[in-house]
């Protein structure tokens, strides 16, 4: 397939990222430690373990056809989108199943579609990639162009480009894709030389509480260390395992990620990865795992098998701020939902994702139904940027 926003470039699908290698993508996605932008989401060596774990693939519903450009003459990669044949809407943080169900129910059979992310990641990143050496703009429109026509030309539903940066959304608006917008919770340092310089900017009775609260946390002889690079040995995979696992059966009844997984991102990216785990009579008890990029700390899953009050904000927020601080990480994105972060210095942000409809009746509902819920996600978001934990201007003079 050809497109004529790009001279001589073909686009076309495939089925795993060993097709496109990983020296192409990573001309794509930058690589740790060189690249200003870097997200470990988009690397390499975290969506091929996806693929080579079985993660993702026909028993998950998530079968990749990544979306790629070509110099037609030289077959140099220009461009990519992660993209994945979904058939159903697990593990994408972007909630769709209402528009399924009434599109099923009037007849309509809503997958497969196709899903541009990062599989089972809330976390906000490049979607549209293009080399430095074209057009970047030019090739972000090219895709955006060309994921509607592959849905179009073998009858999927939709697209959906979920988690997607400013710089693609505008390429997608471009091609008529319908918006939608959403909350997460970041914690943004401006440049603190410490926690104590991060509670100096709380209000009194926040700066307490927060206190008290890891305190309390500690209690009981827990002690808590920060595991990467070599330390993530495949002991400590066993332990982060079953962590994850218990939360996984309580919380949503099936995990998406194996052990297999952990030991591929353990071997190919440890230096992007940080374990937090709480420790007590030299027993691991929880943990929470959290991977580092160029400017930010992207705070993932967390697992425990004793109870303890308090300790998930420790293992999960608190701990990533200080982490953050130490290394001057701009941002900690701490994951979907919970607006229990809010108390703890995270603050609302909005999230951006794109929508492809091919039916015209559908797509003018959701149309619909997007511009309300853009509305309200506005509102709620003016709302809790004024009950942050922060002390107001007036209290700095």
């Known amino acids: 397939m050809s497109d004529p926003a790009i001279t001589n470039a073909v686009l076309s699908l495939r089925d795993s990222l060993r097709d496109i290698g990983e020296v192409a993508w990573s001309r794509l996605t930058g690589a740790a430690g060189e690249d200003a932008t870097y ?4 690397s390499y060596g975290y969506l091929s373990a996806l693929e080579e774990s079985g993660c993702v693939g026909e028993s998950s519903g998530w079968v990749p056809k990544h979306f790629v450009v070509q ?6 990669l220009l461009g990519a989108a992660p993209a994945y044949l979904k058939s159903n809407s697990q593990g994408e943080y972007v909630f769709d199943h209402g528009w399924a169900d009434a599109f ?12 541009v992310s990062v599989p089972f990641t809330p976390a906000t990143g490049p979607r549209l990639l293009a080399t430095r050496d074209t057009d970047p703009d030019t090739i972000r429109r090219a895709l955006a ?9 073998n009858a999927l539903s939709s697209v959906h480009v979920t988690f997607a940066q400013e710089r693609d959304i505008d390429a997608l608006a471009n091609e008529d894709y319908l918006l939608r917008t959403d909350q997460q919770f970041h914690f943004v340092n401006p440049g603190y030389a410490s926690y104590e310089d991060f509670l100096g900017q709380l209000r009194s009775s926040k700066r307490k509480a927060l206190k008290r609260e890891r305190r309390d946390a500690l209690e009981n ?3 808590i260390d920060w595991l990467t690079g070599r330390d993530l040995t495949e002991e400590i995979w066993d332990q982060f395992f079953v962590f994850y696992m218990d939360t996984g059966r309580r919380k949503w009844g099936r995990p998406y990620l194996n052990r297999t997984f952990f030991s591929l991102i353990g071997e190919r990216m440890a230096n992007d990865i940080l ?5 007590r009579n030299g027993r691991y008890i929880a943990g929470a795992i959290n991977f580092i990029g160029s400017d930010r700390l992207f705070g993932r899953h967390w697992g425990c098998v004793e109870d303890q009050p308090f300790l998930h904000f420790e293992v999960c ?5 200080d982490f953050a601080i130490e290394r001057k990480l701009a941002v900690v994105e701490a994951g979907a939902q919970g607006e229990h972060k809010l108390a703890r210095g995270y603050i609302p942000v909005t999230t951006h994702s794109a929508h492809f409809v091919a039916h015209p009746g559908l797509r003018r509902a959701i149309a619909d139904y997007l511009a309300h819920e853009r509305r309200d996600v506005a509102d709620v978001g003016a709302y809790l940027s004024e009950h942050t934990p922060f002390r107001k201007t007036e209290e700095h003079s």
Do not use: C, W
């Not at 007849?107 to 579609?113: A, D, L, N, W």
């Open 39 to 42: 997200n470990p989401f988009l």
């Open 71 to 76: 110099d037609e003459e030289t077959g140099t």
């Open 317 to 321: 927020y608190h701990q990533a701020i």
């Open 145 to 153: 162009a060309g994921l509607k026509s592959v849905a179009v030309r």
């Open 104 to 115: 099923e129910r009037a007849g309509g059979r809503y997958y497969p579609k196709l899903q």
């Open 221 to 223: 002889g827990i002690e």
């Open 275 to 279: 374990l937090v785990m709480a420790r």
